[in-house]
């Protein structure tokens, strides 16, 4: 458990969401095959936008009286290789102090297999209900958390935000307030346009996927499906890793002996990313094998500048965190029905024929709060 406190005043209670009542505003191809909706089919006009604009400019500080710090709640798995979730915590609250609004958090961390922990802390969270004013959850995997969702986001007593995920499931009877997340379709769609443009048609590859449902759906389904349609790309394997560096360790070890035609090894996140070059590594096949990771992380690009990792779709990773902060300040203002239902972050792809200043670049902007390299944790 983290806490960090902060010498200001809050306006005490936290408004429930609202204007995302009636669902979809907007019926798009495949509505009927969804169990969730996606952005475009919750999302008013301009929300999104306008949101984002505001994450990417200058802070406004809040100017509302307040009497006490905002206390935070955040469930997430945290404790994975990633550091999608460190970053976007330093993000939101280097955000907050940027506005000028106090805050307190309580950090609940797992591992993404953890489920059964998540669920713990969920309800834990629920029942102590008068201890915090927002709940920021990372789902281990959406349609797991589903139900846990949908408690924190019915309970009164603060405003929920997940983050991580894009496409609010149809069943809940109680949305949460907003959706944070990077569109993983989208990413996966821009990294088969750039591996397409790349490397061409009639390739072999092999994939170390995550766990079944939305996200490994989008980032490997949606791309493997992609450069099969458009570039006759022939898949051989894919290997459930269950987002874990062992995962990706044993997938491409698996790979590299049974199937040494693949020479592309497509990652669905960066602990499998990390495992992945770990194993082409003990074997000295680096050079040999193409390898994406997922994300962009400050290890990523690390192994990018090393010549271990090829390329990643590339979060600009503190819009996430900066624009929770700018919801929170929002919300306090009663301004939550102004608030897009979901948001998203810029993806673009970082790789191997960059040049430094290039990356370097890159990695300033995506972590602009957070910081550049990789965070020591």
Request: charged share 20%; with cysteine; net charge negative.
């Given at each position: 458990?983290?806490t960090?406190l ?6 005490t209670?936290a408004?429930s969401?609202?204007?995302?009542a009636q669902l ?10 969804r ?9 008013a006009?301009g929300?999104?936008e306008?949101?984002?604009?505001v994450?990417?400019g200058e802070a406004v500080?809040f ?11 955040l469930?997430?798995p945290?404790?994975d290789?990633s550091d ?9 609250t280097?955000r907050l ?7 307190e958090t309580?950090e609940f961390a797992?591992?993404q297999v953890?489920h059964s922990?998540?669920a713990t802390?969920a309800?834990q969270v629920?029942?102590d209900a008068?201890?915090?004013?927002y709940?920021i959850?990372g789902?281990?995997?959406l349609?797991?958390q589903?139900d846990?969702i ?6 009164d007593g603060f ?6 995920f894009?496409?609010?499931l149809k069943?809940l009877?109680?949305?949460?307030a ?9 990413g996966?769609?821009?990294m088969c ?8 048609n009639?390739?072999?590859m092999?994939m170390n996927r995550?766990?079944?449902?939305i996200?490994d759906?989008?980032?490997?389904g949606d ?10 790309w ?7 890793g269950?987002?874990?560096t062992?995962g990706g360790?044993e997938?491409t070890?698996?790979?590299m ?5 693949a020479k ?9 990313a990390m495992?992945?070059?770990e194993?082409q590594?003990?074997m ?5 094998i ?5 994300g ?9 500048r ?6 990643t779709?590339m979060?600009?990773g503190?819009?996430v ?5 700018e919801?929170i ?7 939550g ?7 998203l972050?810029?993806i ?5 024929q960059?040049s ?12 602009r709060?957070s910081?550049?390299g990789?965070?020591?944790?």
């Amino acid at each position: 458990m983290t806490t960090v406190l902060m010498t200001s005043t809050l306006l005490t209670g936290a408004a429930s969401a609202d204007g995302h009542a009636q669902l979809p505003l907007k019926e798009l191809p495949g509505i009927a095959d969804r169990e969730h909706w996606v952005p475009g089919e919750v999302n008013a006009p301009g929300k999104l936008e306008a949101l984002q604009a505001v994450v990417g400019g200058e802070a406004v500080p809040f100017t509302g009286s307040i009497d006490k710090p905002v206390q935070i709640a955040l469930i997430y798995p945290s404790a994975d290789t990633s550091d999608f979730w460190a970053r976007n915590y330093l993000a939101m609250t280097k955000r907050l102090e940027q506005l000028g609004i106090a805050y307190e958090t309580t950090e609940f961390a797992s591992r993404q297999v953890e489920h059964s922990l998540q669920a713990t802390y969920a309800s834990q969270v629920d029942q102590d209900a008068d201890l915090y004013d927002y709940v920021i959850f990372g789902p281990s995997e959406l349609a797991i958390q589903g139900d846990n969702i949908e408690k924190l986001a019915g309970n009164d007593g603060f405003s929920t935000y997940v983050w991580a995920f894009h496409t609010p499931l149809k069943y809940l009877k109680q949305q949460p307030a907003v959706w944070f997340d990077f569109s993983s379709a989208a990413g996966a769609l821009t990294m088969c346009d750039y591996m397409l443009g790349r490397l061409g048609n009639d390739i072999t590859m092999a994939m170390n996927r995550g766990i079944p449902g939305i996200t490994d759906n989008q980032r490997s389904g949606d791309f493997k499906a992609c450069v099969e349609e458009k570039g006759n790309w022939n898949t051989v394997y894919e290997h459930y890793g269950e987002y874990q560096t062992e995962g990706g360790f044993e997938g491409t070890s698996l790979i590299m002996q049974s199937y040494p035609e693949a020479k592309i090894i497509h990652n669905a996140n960066t602990a499998m990313a990390m495992g992945s070059v770990e194993a082409q590594l003990a074997m000295g096949k680096e050079k040999e094998i193409f390898s994406t990771g997922w994300g962009g992380t400050g290890l990523e690009l690390e192994a990018i500048r090393r010549g271990e990792l090829d390329a990643t779709p590339m979060r600009m990773g503190d819009d996430v965190g900066a624009a929770t902060a700018e919801a929170i300040k929002a919300d306090l203002e009663n301004r939550g029905a102004d608030l897009p239902l979901v948001f998203l972050g810029r993806i673009t792809i970082a790789h191997d024929q960059m040049s430094a200043d290039e990356l370097n670049a890159l990695e300033t902007e995506a972590f602009r709060f957070s910081g550049v390299g990789a965070l020591n944790r």
